[in-house]
């Protein structure tokens, strides 16, 4: 403290204390101060010279000063200069002093809330309700081929719409959107925050599925503004919505939503729905297809009973999701207090309401439709542009499609269809279909697909997900996993690193005779759930004897490869397959069948995964759109991701092996004169599909072909034996010929690139039944044109078991459920492979093989399996 502000010395009388404390001192000697030290070099009885408050604080041993007799101290002083905001509070110790006051909560809460009402008070002032003639204003969408010159105009324009009025909605509509949709809407202000909050704990409960946005804030959300997944739309969306909760009629409101709404089927509003689904006007819906269409908004494409994109969409999967929601919006109805319980119970008596089939959109004629349909829905599944947006027009979409490489494939189908099938003399070739797809490796652009006949007559894309069964073109996964992973150890555990494994080579010798005795990796008889064995069958019932697994997949023999799925564990093959770029929701149950193929890619995954083979094990995910641009400005822009699924080593000995196929087995059909070509065929048990996917250093593809009636109350896919006049249609028909005419065209003109050499890998490996000193099998050279008409070698009789056991056929669902091994159990059935786990019909179905045989011997073929 400075020294002007300093006390004067006080005076040596010290006045009645002093002369008190004095009084009570011994004589001759003055006790010294209280809490001070005696100073060197100064008498005992002494006083010290007062030196200030500074003096006082260093010569006291009490540490803090105490404050005057009768208060005052710190309190005082902070008294003296009281905060506005007394936080942390004065005058209290340790933690008490960040403990804020009632008073201080209830000031910063009535802050707070001022703070945010005077904000939401503002920001309603100052937004504005945009118009709805010009915010809902349908454009056109252009699309682009590879080339960037014009494709088509579509979409917007043709929506179908029509306005009408609430009074011609009927009252069933209203309510069953109201109470599936939200119950409160002539109450609440246009936002619902308990509905909000209902729908987040709903959704982490796992239970069913609610929005939690108003009625309002989805007709603001269709009327007025864009459909990014932003905060600031959000915000905006709320804001309005209050607005226009207080400013509109709730009938227009909810009119204005059922007449704004998509349905599906291209259908946005009731009146276009009630068309679209029931070939009636809204006015005339009953009930229950009210109910039901409320259903659709949650979702169209997943509530078509007859099916929609994608492999979670299929009529089977669809047709429950809308049965169930159906069900639960009477149900809500009547809880609610919108519907009577015996309505209710008369309407669920009556059944679902099955719509009609859908009808076909207009200006996607030929390939058209199907091209625009993958670039939407790839659009909206990789960006945040929704269905709904994009229908309403207005971008510019680049595709990846290569305008010559499409047409080369429309008419490589369209020549072998013209050619063979004659529908109007065999009714067997009614209802068979193509699909294929092309993909460039190394960028996986997708350059060419074949969706079907024709986008207006065939509605199902055959080039997406269908379920058809792929046959042999599974098996190079499994060796994929063989020569990544290894054969397991038997006498160790089923779960092993793979430096406790033996890596595969494509020489290693496995038994390929007919109906061998399934085992487990340890040797152990592998049994399904009823305890019975599994005896594989080969295509013919051929005994191939000892061979190798490059011979096995020349001439498609199952016994090795089913065997070695098993050694290996089908978990690993499972994962083999994804990590080439197959989809999950693709693949079928985990069962010994599952390495001869029962599970259904769509021809654009299979050529993709091919492609992961061609590019020396890179792994790129197909895409079909480059760029999306609206009014000039980037929408979105496709990023190119990749990753090394196998070793380069890994992959170029698979399409070593492949090459083999091509060049001398089953896939000699395939051949493109110079061009070095890697394949294989596929064919399914009954005959029901075919296929053949291939691949050079430039382009990879896959085309399918199967039966299946569309007008059938029960979707199946049918037997293909007669089909073109052919005894059995097999990979290494129609489809390869199709193959090989399309690649022709696609890459006529290109230079002759050659595959990176393999290097050896793995061991000569020995699998069950194999001698470790095999004698060489012999095996006869296919011709360049494979007879058909060959004659069937004598095949030995299964091997007689130890204990009962009897052969599968395989349409036998018991041959295919139960646990394998140690790793690998059964799992429900993916789509278009029914699993046998539970026992019942429609188990997986296996490949038995692919014709062409060898000379002297002959083949018998298979299919796929059934819808779902």
Known sequence: MSEHRRKPPRSQGGGRAAARRAAQQP???????????????????????????????????????????????????????RRLVDYPRAGREGWRRWVPSWRLVVGAAASFAGLIFGTVGVALAVVQVPSAQLASKVQKNVYYWSDGKQMVVAGGGNLNRQIVPISQIPLSMQNAVISAENASFYKDWGVDPMGIARAIVKMAQGGETQSGSTITQQFVKNTYLSQEQTLKRKITELLISVKVGATQDKHDILAGYLNTAYYGRGAYGIQAAARAYYDKDCSDLTPSESAYLAATLNGPNLYDPYGGQGPAATPEKNTKRATDRWKWTLDREVEVGHLSAADRDKWVGQGFPQPQKPKPATNRAGQIGYLTDL??????????????????????????????????????????RRANLKPDKREVDKFVQFGGASVEPGTGRIVAIYGGENALTHFTNNADYTGVQVGSTFKPFVLAAAMTHGKRNPALGPQQSDSERTLVSPESIYNGDDKLTLRMYNGAVWHDRDGSEWHQKNDGDEDRGLISLRTAM??????????????????????????????????????????????????????GAYATFADSGRQIDPYSVAKVEKNGKPAYEHEQKSQQAFSPNVANNVTDVLRTVVEAGTGTAAKLGARPVAGKTGTTDGNRSAWFAGYTPQLSTAIGMYRVDPNA?????????????KPTIHGASFPAEIWADYMGKALKGTPIKQFDPPRPIGEKIFGDGASPSPAPAPSASPSASPSETAEPSPSAPASPSPRPSRTCGLLDARCHTGD????????????????????????????????????GQTRRQGGGGLFG
């Open 820 to 855: 394998h091994d140690g790793t690998d159990s059964g799992t429900s059935a993916g789509p278009g492979a029914t699993s046998g786990a539970t026992g019942g019909p429609g188990g997986p179905e296996s490949d038995t093989g692919d014709e062409p045989a060898p000379p």
């Open 27 to 81: 004589a001759g000697r003055r006790a010294a101060p209280r809490n001070s030290s005696a100073v060197p070099g100064r008498d005992r009885g002494e006083t010290p010279p007062y030196g200030g408050r500074a003096a006082a604080r260093r010569g006291g041993t009490g540490g803090r000063r105490r404050a005057p007799a009768g208060g005052g101290g710190r309190r005082e002083a902070a008294a003296g200069r």
């Open 554 to 607: 020349q001439f498609s023999v199952n016994t090795p490869y089913i065997q070695l799925g098993m050694d290996v564990g089908t978990d690993l093959v499972r994962e083999a397959a994804l990590a080439a770029g197959l989809d999950k929701e693709q693949l079928a149950s985990i069962t010994p069948t599952f390495s001869l193929g029962t599970s259904a890619p769509s021809a654009i995954r299979l050529a």
């Open 713 to 725: 109350k029960n979707q199946e896919f049918l037997s293909m034996r007669g089909v073109g006049g």
């Open 375 to 416: 670039a939407d829905n790839y659009i909206t599944a990789h960006s945040t542009i929704s269905k709904g947006e994009l229908d309403k027009g207005g971008y510019q979409i680049y595709t990846t499609f290569d305008r010559d490489k499409v047409n080369a494939l429309a008419k490589s189908v369209e020549a072998v």
